[in-house]
């Protein structure tokens, strides 16, 4: 199985660009998130979803929007990249908000110049 | 709110001894769930071991337990016999009801030959 898949891996925008970061599992999963990770740090939630249709913001949601129009996509839009986007980021999945490990995707290398 | 504290940014083990890292948390919530993540340098976050709140015997899985003190607010993952591979960042979690997991700073483990 896939599991979590992510693309792309590297990525480099110049600032005020906009982009999409891909995510999509194959496990039927009902909860996906979007973490980014800076060095140095542990990972901070961005934006989360519970369920196809269903979104809601994390810790650091701004700058960032995102949408669930099904179980297994779950996209990150960039609106407007800003050097201090400059991050690594994480898709994971789970059968469940609690108690249920994340499986997460490879990560995607975003540099903003 | 939810919290998670890793107090040791950087730990040093020889091969085949034990080591403990550090991990307390804070929540108001009764039911919560306790997750340890490993990052390798390649990146990929690997899922170690789950504590829930009302689990009476602290969770193993191999060469991973968690020390689950409650009273404490404590969750300290030990690896036991240490080998050249376990050499990565390791990642305390908390789940909390609905909200997402948050993740603490990390601890960098270096196993000595």
């Known amino acids: 199985n896939a599991g979590v898949t992510q693309t792309p891996k590297f990525q480099v925008l110049k600032t005020g660009q906009s982009m999409t970061l891909q995510c999509a599992q194959d496990m039927n999963h009902e909860y996906m998130s979007w973490y980014r990770q800076d060095p140095g740090m542990g990972l901070r939630l961005i934006h989360y979803?519970?369920?196809?249709?269903?979104?809601d913001q994390g810790e650091v949601p701004n700058g960032y929007n995102v949408s669930r129009s099904t179980t297994e996509d779950f996209p990150l839009r960039l609106l407007s990249a800003a050097p201090s986007q400059t991050s690594v980021y994480f898709c994971?999945?789970?059968?469940?908000?609690?108690?249920?490990?994340?499986?997460f995707g490879n990560g995607t290398r975003l540099t903003v110049t | 709110a939810q919290k998670i504290t890793q107090t040791q940014p950087g730990m040093f083990v020889q091969e085949k001894e034990a080591v403990t890292l550090d991990c307390t948390y804070d929540?108001?919530?009764?039911?919560?769930?306790l997750f340890w993540y490993k990052q390798p340098s390649s990146g990929e976050m690997i899922f170690l071991i789950y504590q829930g709140s009302y689990d009476q015997q602290n969770a193993t899985e191999g060469r991973y337990s968690l020390n689950f003190q409650k009273a404490r607010k404590s969750a300290n993952l030990v690896i036991s016999a240490s080998q050249l591979g376990d050499s990565a960042m390791y990642f305390c979690a908390i789940s909390t009801g609905r909200r997402a997991l948050t993740f603490g700073s990390g601890t960098r483990l270096q196993v000595q030959p």
């Open positions: 994971a999945s789970s059968y469940s908000i609690q108690g249920a490990p994340l499986h």
């Open positions: 929540t108001s919530d009764p039911s919560y769930g």
């Open positions: 979803s519970v369920g196809a249709g269903i979104t």
